[in-house]
């Protein structure tokens, strides 16, 4: 792990080891089971707080890596643009999947989500690596923005 520090933010990125077809994903239940199998096992996690991940990807949407973007409260998280963007491009990513979590246990976006996601893929756009997905993941369910047409 690459571990980047400064007196107001702590980037955290996670190169995988590639190998050919490995964890691609190309739909929903693969990014939440990179999610659940990946994420869940770092040692920063923590399932009562919400929690944000931008997943890197090639252009064979195989997972590259990933960057801790946002650490919240119980209910909100504060993410940016350029934190979620800053380790894709240092990766060299093709793409992104942004995943973030809700201790409630329900997977459905607020306003703020709508509006982060809305911001995010707009600057993917501009630099050129697009917002694949945007996931809320909770105990017992997935909501994609990608499925729900607002991305």
Same mark, same amino acid.
């Given at each position: 792990?690459?571990?980047?520090?400064?007196?107001?933010?702590?980037?955290?990125?996670?190169?995988?080891?590639?190998?050919?077809?490995?964890?691609?994903?190309?739909?929903?239940?693969?990014? *939440?089971?990179?999610?659940?199998?990946?994420?869940?096992?770092?040692?920063?996690?923590?399932?009562?707080?919400?929690?944000?991940?931008?997943?890197?990807?090639?252009?064979?949407?195989? *997972?590259?890596?990933?960057?801790?973007?946002?650490?919240?409260?119980?209910?909100?998280? =504060?993410?940016?643009?350029?934190?979620?963007?800053?380790?894709?491009?240092?990766?060299?990513?093709?793409?992104? =999947?942004?995943?973030?979590?809700?201790?409630?246990?329900?997977?459905?976006?607020?306003?703020?989500?709508?509006? =982060?996601?809305?911001?995010?893929?707009?600057?993917?756009?501009?630099?050129?690596?697009?917002?694949?997905?945007?996931?809320?993941?909770?105990?017992?369910?997935?909501?994609?923005?990608?499925?729900?047409?607002?991305?």
């Amino acid at each position: 792990m690459t571990h980047y520090e400064n007196s107001t933010f702590e980037v955290r990125i996670q190169r995988l080891n590639e190998t050919p077809g490995s964890m691609k994903l190309d739909d929903v239940s693969s990014a *939440a089971a990179y999610w659940r199998e990946k994420i869940t096992a770092m040692p920063w996690y923590d399932p009562e707080r919400e929690m944000c991940v931008a997943v890197m990807l090639n252009a064979r949407l195989t *997972a590259i890596g990933h960057s801790l973007v946002g650490i919240g409260s119980l209910n909100e998280c =504060i993410v940016h643009a350029r934190d979620v963007f800053r380790a894709a491009v240092a990766m060299g990513a093709y793409a992104v =999947i942004v995943i973030h979590n809700h201790p409630s246990g329900e997977a459905v976006p607020s306003e703020a989500d709508r509006r =982060i996601t809305r911001r995010l893929s707009e600057a993917g756009g501009i630099i050129q690596i697009s917002l694949l997905d945007h996931l809320i993941v909770s105990a017992n369910s997935c909501f994609s923005f990608r499925e729900a047409g607002l991305v």
